[in-house]
T-cell receptor, first 109, second 114 residues
C-alpha cells in the first residue's frame, strides 16, 4: 500500500533563511506527488504538483524517484509562509490522495 | 470564484446519534471526495463519487454511508456515532478529465461527539 512520510511535525526557521520540508513516499508504481498548504483557519489548497515542475510563491519541489522523495524547498522563507504543509500522493490522476502527517512551519521574524 | 461549500461548519452530537454532512462541489465539478482528519492526524480518504456512482472506497466504517445526487452535491450520513468519530471532515471536488484532475477542498465540517 502507498505511504507518505513527513519526518518533521514541527519546523521553525527565521525569516530569510532557507527552508526544506521533507517528504518520502513508498509506492510501487509511478505516483503523482503534491504539496498542499493550510494557512491558519483556511482550507487546504494545492501549492504545487511535481508533474508541472513549477515554482509557486518561491517554493519548488523535485521528485527523486531513486530516493522516493519529494522535498519542498524555498531559499528565503517569509513570515507569511507559516502554515501546515502536507505532502500527498495520488496513484493515478483523479484517484484518492494519500497524505503525510503534515509539517507545521513557523517562520520567525 | 465559487469554492466547495460544506455544511454545517460545526456539529455537536451525542453518542449513538446520527449526523448528516453536506458537500456542494464547485459548479460543473462531477467528482466528490470525502476525507476524515482526526485530531493531530493527517486526512484519511473515506469515499469518492463520480457522476453519482461510487468510484472508490477507503477506510469508511460500515456505520457511514454516502451518496452523490443529480446536482452533484454529496451527503455523508453517519449513524451510531462514537466518540472516535470526532474529527474534521473534508470534502473535495474535481472535474474528471480536466488538467491534472486537481482536487479543490472545502473548509471542512468539525464534528464533535460527546
Amino acid at each position: 500500500a502507498q505511504r507518505v512520510t513527513q519526518p518533521e511535525k514541527l519546523l521553525s526557521v527565521f525569516k530569510g533563511a532557507p527552508v526544506e520540508l521533507k517528504c518520502n513516499y513508498s509506492y510501487s508504481g509511478s505516483p503523482e506527488l503534491f504539496w498542499y498548504v493550510q494557512y491558519s483557519r483556511q482550507r487546504l489548497q494545492l501549492l504545487l504538483r511535481h508533474i508541472s515542475r513549477e515554482s509557486i510563491k518561491g517554493f519548488t519541489a523535485d521528485l527523486n524517484k531513486g530516493e522516493t522523495s519529494f522535498h519542498l524547498k524555498k531559499p528565503f522563507a517569509q513570515e507569511e509562509d507559516s502554515a501546515m504543509y502536507y505532502c500527498a500522493l495520488e496513484e493515478t490522476s483523479g484517484s484518492r490522495l494519500t497524505f503525510g502527517e503534515g509539517t507545521q512551519l513557523t517562520v520567525n521574524p | 470564484a465559487a469554492g466547495v461549500i460544506q455544511s454545517p461548519r460545526h456539529l455537536i452530537k451525542e453518542k449513538r446519534e446520527t449526523a448528516t454532512l453536506k458537500c456542494y462541489p464547485i459548479p460543473r465539478h462531477d467528482t466528490v471526495y470525502w476525507y476524515q482528519q482526526g485530531p493531530g492526524q493527517d486526512p484519511q480518504f473515506l469515499i469518492s463519487f463520480y457522476e453519482k456512482m461510487q468510484s472508490d472506497k477507503g477506510s469508511i466504517p460500515d456505520r457511514f454511508s454516502a451518496q452523490q445526487f443529480s446536482d452533484y452535491h454529496s451527503e455523508l450520513n453517519m449513524s451510531s456515532l462514537e466518540l472516535g468519530d470526532s474529527a474534521l471532515y473534508f470534502c473535495a471536488s474535481s472535474l474528471h478529465g480536466s488538467s491534472y484532475n486537481e482536487q479543490f477542498f472545502g473548509p471542512g465540517t468539525r464534528l464533535t461527539v460527546l
